[in-house]
């Protein structure tokens, strides 16, 4: 303000008042919007969807702290141990995530069986050999569609989680969570691929 001249005296603070509405947007579903969270990878969205689930509260300004505890809340609600989870933003992309590989199968199965989350859930995955990050990935099962997950790589950092489709035609969830890694981390992808192969192929029904 300043720099154009203009002053402004007292305090400064967040707040609300009643107003005329000059514009107004609507974007797109949740479901459109979270194909480049899942597909691509995309962090922007992720920290993006993240921090708007607290601005839906329409209390206050959305924040992502505020987006965390909403988070935890609703762990709680699915019976998620919450022992050593910390959620602070929506893409892992800095220190304050950190959740277990077994919490995640519990929640993508949990999704899977809920008609009004699994089918959006599942669409917005990479399907390996197909799409996303997964399309140079597992080509085998292209044509099966039989692994759908996200995947997650930074400097020491490899994951992938989601669904597989075994040979007995059950589906089950899955997480692998590689943390630590020494050298390229995604050179650790290849065991990542190899766990999911060794478990599509053992799987049998009444497995």
């Known amino acids: 303000g300043r720099q154009m001249g203009i002053e402004v005296t007292g305090e400064v603070k967040l707040g609300a008042v009643r107003g005329k509405l000059v514009s107004a947007h609507r974007s797109a579903p949740l479901s459109a919007l979270m194909l480049p969270l899942g597909k691509k990878s995309n962090n922007f969205y992720a920290e993006t969807i993240f921090k708007s689930i607290s601005g839906m509260e ?33 893409s892992g992309l800095f220190e304050g995530g950190r959740l277990t590989a077994r919490m995640l199968a519990r929640l993508l199965a949990q999704a899977h069986g809920d008609p009004g989350v699994g089918p959006e859930l599942r669409s917005q995955l990479s399907v390996a050999g197909v799409d996303g ?21 930074l400097a020491a950092v490899s994951a992938m989680s989601g669904y597989a489709t075994l040979k007995g035609g059950r589906t089950v969830a899955f997480s692998l969570l590689i943390n630590d890694v020494r050298g ?24």
């Open 58 to 90: 329409g209390k206050t300004p959305a924040s992502h702290a505020r987006s965390g505890e909403l988070v935890r809340e609703a762990l709680k609600r699915a019976g998620m141990p919450r022992t050593g989870v910390e959620v602070r933003n929506g």
């Open 133 to 153: 990050t997964l399309r140079a990935r597992m080509r085998g099962h292209a044509k099966s569609r039989a692994v759908r997950a996200k995947t997650g790589t």
């Open 184 to 207: 390229k981390a995604v050179a650790v992808r290849k065991d990542l691929d190899a766990f999911v192969e060794a478990l599509i192929g053992a799987g049998r029904p009444g497995c």
